[in-house]
């Protein structure tokens, strides 16, 4: 196929899309425009059991919310419609039955019960559990059965003795043994089709030139290579990008990690951050560079360049990165940020829209936030007093002091405030900054004091001090 087009395909069984998935999306959309091709989102919805109502709302949410907008799929349409397999039963139907006609699959009438005592067999006797063809062996009447109203799946004819391989363009040359290799269900009972058979005819169908997956898939793609020859469609070019692990090298999972993409939004993480930490997982900027947008990568990305072993999902790498975006914004720029984070949090939505103080408070407050997150724990005493039931006797006995020194302040600049908070320091041992932190602001430490004082207002300050003392 002369044009690049890659896609992901997601599964609406979820709160969101996971961050795994969400990494392949990246590799998936980023080739595509690397190549001036296209990116396509379709929906695997076939699994009606675990499917979960507004799961597909959310992954195209977060997937745009990311910038990753792809250019054919079921909220944007294009040429090879629908784009939700739930709503292309027939054509999987007609395909299914196509391979029937051609000997390469056939009907299955067998019971739960029979399948189950034929694996049981199989397990005791330590062979590999797999259908053993009877229905292809001994039906002779499955149209008359159908007709009757029988329930039947098609299964896959897989030819045994035969070696199967492909070309994976991270991994090389992948071979199986067809004789390890299952009779696979195609179409269930209900006319939905398995994984393996949507995933070819709808890749072939939708001219996807470019299969970008997770490397769980590659014990499947023997069948789906026989599929594909078994239609004598061409196969698309194989990439099976390693998976994400947790630091104990077990998969990713929400039993040890957040995993869905929208908590890491929710948690004030930058998208573009995020985009950057996910790209180096398996592969490395040609200049060791371990910051850089989401253009460069679309320049330098190269399939064959990804290592095939599991990557490490450190999240205390990512709050490093995110931490470093923060602070290379421009206070606009973050100022915007924080207030789309925080457009439900009225006070400091109101703050930051309002006070001309805020440039100070977003200057000094982006050089320590690792998360948007972070900026309500470091500005929270500008909206509420520390109560009385913070202080302990030490910090009661210093208030008439610390009033009494402010009260002399005449300019209410940051300058002098710390001026005279250092000289109240030098006349009286039991005055630490520590302890002035938790009078203002109710913790030991916290943006530069002098500085929020100041933003606070001598009134406010006085106030609150004579408050402490009632």
């Keep these: ?146 007709a009757g109203g029988e329930k039947y799946v098609v299964r896959l004819n897989v030819t045994p003795d035969k070696k199967v391989w492909f070309d994976d363009v991270i991994r090389g040359k992948i071979e199986f043994d067809s004789n390890q290799i299952d009779d696979q269900v195609l179409l269930k009972s209900d006319g939905y089709p398995t994984y393996h058979l949507g995933v070819v ?44 692990r947790n630091p104990d090298k077990s998969k990713l999972s929400k039993r040890k990690n957040p995993v869905w993409a929208s908590w890491y939004l929710g948690e004030g993480y930058l998208p573009e951050a995020i985009l950057n930490f996910l790209a180096l997982q398996g592969w490395s900027h040609p200049d060791g560079k371990e910051l850089f947008s989401v253009a460069e990568f679309i320049e330098k990305i190269d399939l064959k360049d990804i290592h095939p072993a599991g990557p490490i999902f450190d999240i205390n790498k990512l709050q490093w990165m995110n931490q470093q975006y923060i602070q290379t914004l421009d206070n606009s720029s973050l100022k915007n940020k924080l207030l789309n984070f925080y457009e439900e949090n009225q006070t400091i939505h109101g703050f930051l829209s309002n006070n001309k103080a805020s440039e100070t408070v977003l200057e000094l407050a982006k050089t320590r936030m690792k998360a948007l997150k972070d900026f309500s724990s470091l500005v929270h005493y500008l909206f509420e007093s520390p109560g009385k039931d913070m202080m302990s006797e030490e910090h009661m006995q210093i208030i008439p002091l610390i009033k009494t020194a402010l009260e002399q302040v005449a300019s209410w600049k940051s300058s002098e405030i710390l001026a005279v908070l250092k000289e109240l320091m030098s006349k009286q041992s039991s005055a630490k900054m520590s302890l002035f932190y938790v009078l203002f602001t109710g913790s030991k430490q916290g943006l530069p004091l002098p500085e929020m004082l100041e933003v606070l207002g001598k009134d406010e300050v006085l106030k609150r001090l004579e408050n402490l003392q009632k």
């Design 1 to 146: 196929m002369s044009s690049v087009r890659t896609r992901i395909a997601p599964s609406p069984t979820g709160e969101d899309i996971h961050i795994g998935n969400l990494y392949t999306a990246l590799i998936n959309w980023a080739y595509a425009k690397k190549n001036n091709g296209q990116f396509i989102v379709r929906i695997e919805d076939t699994d009606r059991e675990r499917y979960v109502k507004g799961a597909e709302e959310k992954i195209l949410a977060s997937l745009h919310a990311f910038s990753i907008t792809n250019d054919e799929g079921p909220d944007v349409g294009g040429p090879y419609a629908p784009y939700r397999q739930s709503e292309r039963l027939p054509i999987y139907k007609q395909h299914a039955e196509e391979l029937i006609a051609k000997g390469k699959a056939y009907y299955c009438f067998c019971s739960k019960e029979r399948l189950e005592e034929l694996r049981s067999t199989q397990q005791k006797n330590k062979q590999i559990p797999r259908y053993d063809k009877y229905c292809l062996l001994n039906v002779k009447n499955a149209k008359e059965r159908i």
């Design 201 to 244: 005819v709808d890749d072939h169908l939708m001219k996807i030139s470019h299969v970008v997956r997770a490397e769980e898939w590659i014990s499947s793609t023997p069948k789906h290579v026989i599929l594909y020859e078994s239609f004598g469609w061409p196969l698309p070019v194989f990439a099976h990008m390693p998976i994400l």
